[in-house]
C-alpha cells in the first residue's frame, strides 16, 4: 500500500480538492482496506481495488459536501490567460456527472487505461468508453460556451 500511497493521494485530491480532505480520504481508505483484506480475492490486484475504495471515499465525501468553489493558484500558469483557461476546465470538469468525472480523472490525471478503469469501476468496458467519450463532448461544449461569453 505505501508502493501506492502518493497516486492515491493524488486521486483523492482530484477529487476533493483540498489536502486535508484528500489526506483523511485516502487514511480511511487504508482503514477499510486493512479491514477487508480477507475479502480480496487472489486474482484482484491490490493497486485496482485501493483505487476503487479511494474514489468510493471521495464520491461519498463529495455527497455529504456542502457546494463549496475553491480559489486556489494554479501551479506552472504564469500568465492570466493560461489560469483563465485552466480554471474555466478545472470549472468544466468539477461540473461533470460524478461517473463521468470519474472517468476523465482516472483517464488524464491518473493515466490509467481504459480496461483498469473499467475494473475499478466495475462496468463493462463499452459503458467506460461511452462515458469517457460522453465527457468529452460536455467538455467541448461547455468549453466553447465558456470561450463565446469571454
Known amino acids: 500500500m505505501e ?25 480511511e481508505s487504508i482503514a477499510r482496506a486493512i479491514d477487508r483484506l480477507p475479502s480480496l480475492r487472489s ?21 455529504r459536501r456542502k457546494p463549496v468553489v475553491p480559489l486556489e493558484d494554479w501551479d506552472g ?3 492570466e490567460h ?4 485552466l480554471w474555466d476546465l478545472r470549472k468544466s470538469i468539477d461540473a461533470l456527472d460524478p461517473k463521468l468525472r470519474t472517468v476523465v480523472i482516472l483517464r488524464f490525471f491518473e493515466d490509467r487505461k ?24 460536455q467538455l467541448r461544449l461547455s468549453l466553447t460556451e465558456q470561450e463565446v461569453l469571454s
Do not use: F
Open 3 to 27: 508502493e501506492h500511497q502518493a497516486g492515491l493521494y493524488r486521486l483523492a485530491y482530484s477529487y476533493l480538492k483540498n489536502r486535508d480532505d484528500a489526506l483523511d480520504a485516502v487514511q
Open 43 to 63: 486474482g484482484d490486484r491490490l493497486h485496482i481495488w485501493m483505487t476503487r475504495i479511494v474514489v468510493n471515499e471521495c464520491l461519498t465525501r463529495l455527497r
Open 77 to 79: 500558469a504564469e500568465e
Open 114 to 137: 481504459l480496461e483498469e478503469i473499467a475494473q475499478i469501476t466495475r462496468t463493462p468496458l463499452s459503458t467506460v468508453k461511452t462515458r469517457l467519450y460522453r465527457a468529452l463532448a
Open 82 to 85: 493560461d489560469r483563465d483557461e
